[in-house]
């Protein structure tokens, strides 16, 4: 069969994020090695045209700031092998995508800067946003999910982290990508970015990802109440996740940490989805 201009912009793409992002990386992002951990996260960031440099702080900071704090390392503790493995990538069209941190194992304080660290220097500043083109959340997933079957280790869980302001817009079907990935068992769970005007900011795009784009077990949308929220619901989003207890989206989750339930699409919503990961 030929293929498209499209795919072969799309199979470049995922080339070159798979050659890079498969140099694993352990304690202090140093020499590449084997590690097994509690969860897999794939940050899959984006940078498209529609991100302007106030967006691509937000968001660069915020998972800087996630990433060492206190709430959040007592979390990656909790669990039995106290490690987590994280990826971060940046996505815009299919043939726009750039990996920022490559796997990296954080099972502590000094693991969690190096890591933070890395995204503050090289993560997207929106400063320089001609030829990243439309919204690809497909491509997004794609990549996600391929990096998740070359994770360099061992995960109970492997989730894929999308945070976006857009639909998709780019690229193929955004639905028949989150089939392929909760197919093999990985969660897509998403935080909408919010535009700052209306009365519930982000809640449209939620709705959207809820349909669209979210899928796998407890599946959930974070939605930060303004846009100055977002750190702290991306915190908060990432406990969730890697807490010990079970189902990410229950109020008890987050109970022990002394924070309440969070704004998010209603849980029957993400539960439907479920059917997906079953042959």
Not at 51 to 70: K, M
Not at 80 to 89: K, M, Q
Request: hydrophobic content about 40%.
């Amino acid at each position: 069969m030929r293929m498209t201009n499209f795919s072969v912009k799309l199979a470049g793409a995922i080339a070159a994020a798979l050659s890079f992002g498969l140099q694993a990386h352990a304690t202090g992002v140093g020499e590449p090695q084997t590690f097994d951990v509690d969860v897999a996260i794939v940050f899959a960031v984006d940078f498209s045209s529609s991100i302007d440099p106030d967006t691509a702080d937000l968001q660069r900071n915020g998972h800087v700031t996630a990433l060492t704090s206190p709430e959040f390392l007592d979390a990656i503790s909790s669990n039995r092998r106290g490690c987590i493995g994280v990826t971060y990538f940046e996505w815009a069209s299919p043939a726009q995508i750039r990996v920022v941190l490559p796997w990296t194992r954080i099972c502590g304080p000094a693991d969690a800067e190096s890591a933070a660290r890395v995204i503050a220097n090289k993560g997207d500043t929106g400063f320089s946003r001609r030829g990243r083109g439309g919204t690809s959340i497909s491509s997004a997933i794609d990549v996600g999910r391929l990096l998740l079957d070359q994770f360099p280790g061992t995960a109970e869980r492997k989730i894929i982290d999308i945070s976006g302001n857009g639909e998709n817009n780019d690229g193929l079907p955004v639905q028949e990508s989150r089939r392929r990935a909760v197919a093999k068992g990985y969660t897509i769970n998403a935080i909408a970015i919010p535009d700052g005007s209306g009365e519930n900011p982000g809640l449209l795009l939620a709705s959207y990802f809820s349909d669209n784009v979210i899928g796998g077990f407890s599946a959930f949308v974070m939605v930060p109440k303004a846009v100055g929220d977002y750190t702290t619901a991306l915190r908060r989003k990432l406990i969730r996740e890697i807490a010990q207890s079970g189902d990410p989206c229950s109020p008890k989750a987050g109970a022990r940490f002394g924070w309440p339930p969070y704004t998010t699409i209603a849980d029957a919503q993400y539960r439907a989805f479920e059917w997906m990961a079953s042959p």
